[in-house]
């Protein structure tokens, strides 16, 4: 009898070859800096450059195709998606996690332990322009009809992020704008409230600048995101303030319980947005972004310090990209 041929040894997959360029958020940056690590890691053969200038930075360089991955802290505005479209870019909008924007001071400030939006708002907004001490803003807060009590007098000295950073902008919109369209209680009709953030203080687009701004002043002010005020406030740099959303109400610390919940009132999503055309031609990209979106990938999220979005919400994320459906699939 004729021998047998031996089976065919099945043919093991090209490995992954290529480079891939993320840009964008700088709170989103640690989840998917460690993300490439591990991805890395396992495909040698890809090398994977992360950075995080901010989200307005990385979406002009998405939407203008010069990368297939930019991340955000907030939503692609629809001034940055018209550039995407005038440019034949389609999108995958992924949502990622949840972060809560933590309101900060040094660990030696023992004046302060809660603030309302109406006293960020006194503080921060563009009508404290020239304030330099915390009590300069209770004239203001008299004026505005508010009812939290006085500020300490003390020298300001403010340290954020600047206008590149979609952490500014959901900073402003969830706390600077809720106080200007009545949301937090006070009379918008008696007279005018600003929308903006003050332009005089000290900005970055890096968070551990600003963490070694908020240490520098004991009785400095500032806000970045979650996990880079929590690795502050362990390492004695910096304190996270309560916050309440009306004056008189509740004080809460941001926490991942709190944040999870939305209990914490300066609670946020964070996105990644991916190219639809290059992820379909680069065997890399695609991969990636499954390691990303698969159970091992989102472990990054908790590992850097954010939390989790809920079971509902992260199904229909890994839905989203698994069926590669483009547009706005969260925000609009």
Not at 42 to 67: K, R, T
Not at 114 to 137: H, N, P
Not at 153 to 163: H, N, R, Y
């Amino acid at each position: 009898a004729a021998e047998e041929e031996p089976a065919e040894e099945p043919a093991e997959a090209p490995a992954l070859e290529g480079s891939i360029a993320v840009s964008g958020s700088s709170t989103v940056f640690p989840i998917v800096q460690k993300q490439a690590e591990e991805f890395a890691a396992a495909n040698p053969g890809v090398a994977i450059s992360v950075d995080g200038p901010g989200s307005g930075d990385g979406a002009a360089l998405f939407c203008d195709g010069e990368i297939p991955i930019g991340n955000a802290s907030r939503a692609y505005k629809d001034s940055e998606l018209e550039t995407c479209a005038a440019n034949g870019i389609e999108f995958i909008e992924i949502r990622r996690g949840i972060d809560g924007i933590s309101v900060i001071t040094s660990a030696n400030n023992n004046a302060v332990e809660c603030v309302s939006f109406s006293q960020i708002y006194a503080l921060l907004s563009e009508e404290a322009t020239g304030f330099d001490s915390w009590a300069d803003a209770n004239a203001l807060l008299a004026e505005m009809g508010s009812t939290a009590g006085e500020l300490p007098d003390a020298p300001l000295d403010i340290f954020g992020p600047g206008e590149e950073s979609g952490t500014f902008d959901s900073f402003g919109e969830i706390v600077i704008e809720a106080v200007a369209k009545g949301k937090t209680g006070l009379d918008t009709e008696a007279r005018d409230f600003v929308k903006t953030i003050r332009p005089d203080y000290t900005s970055s687009p890096n968070d551990n600048v600003i963490i070694e701004g908020i240490a520098s002043s004991d009785t400095s002010l500032g806000w970045v995101g979650f996990a880079f005020a929590k690795e502050a406030e362990e390492a004695g740099e910096a304190k996270l303030l309560a916050v309440a959303k009306e004056d008189g109400g509740e004080c809460v610390v941001p926490t991942p319980e709190t944040i999870a919940s939305a209990d914490f009132p300066i609670s946020r999503f964070l996105y990644t947005y991916v190219n639809a055309e290059m992820a379909d031609s680069d065997p890399a990209v695609a991969a990636f972004v499954d390691y990303m979106m698969s159970d091992a990938g989102l472990e990054s999220v908790t590992a850097v310090g954010y939390i989790d979005l809920a079971e509902a919400d992260q199904q229909l994320a890994q839905s989203v990209w698994a069926n590669r459906i483009t547009g706005r699939s969260f925000s609009g």
